[in-house]
Nanobody, 127 residues
Framework: QVQLVESGGGSVQAGGSLRLSCAASGRAFGGYSMGWFRQAPGKERDFVAAISWSGGGTYYADSVKGRFTISRDNVQNTVFLQMNSLKPEDTAVYYC????????????????????WGQGTQVTVSS
């Protein structure tokens, strides 16, 4: 069974920073690109960032480009999302997901292209 566990969420003021982590069970991680999505109340789950299986390629939503950085540690089976210059509109539950296809294209921006998800971590940014 694949397990993804997010952590690192919290409440910050606008302009602040947070670093999210997503820890994956061993065989769930190798060779798979990973993504971060977010979901605000009453809205759909939106793409935030994705990273290739090697970590050599990254892709971002326009709304976070230049502020967020996705990375991964393939030894510790963990994906990170460094979020800087946070804005109130970044408030949401953040989820990490695993791309359905092993060694597939990492630039996948719809949630249906991911097959396993964590439980989510809340990020709240106040003005």
């Amino acid at each position: 069974q694949v397990q993804l566990v997010e952590s690192g969420g919290g409440s910050v003021q606008a302009g602040g920073s947070l670093r999210l982590s997503c820890a994956a069970s061993g065989r769930a991680f190798g060779g798979y690109s990973m993504g971060w999505f977010r979901q605000a109340p009453g809205k759909e789950r939106d793409f935030v960032a994705a990273i290739s299986w090697s970590g050599g390629g990254t892709y971002y939503a326009d709304s976070v480009k230049g502020r967020f950085t996705i990375s991964r540690d393939n030894v510790q089976n963990t994906v990170f999302l460094q979020m800087n210059s946070l804005k109130p509109e970044d408030t949401a539950v953040y989820y990490c997901g695993r791309n359905k296809i092993n060694y597939g294209d990492y630039r996948r921006v719809t949630s249906r292209e991911y097959d396993f998800w964590g439980q989510g971590t809340q990020v709240t940014v106040s003005s």
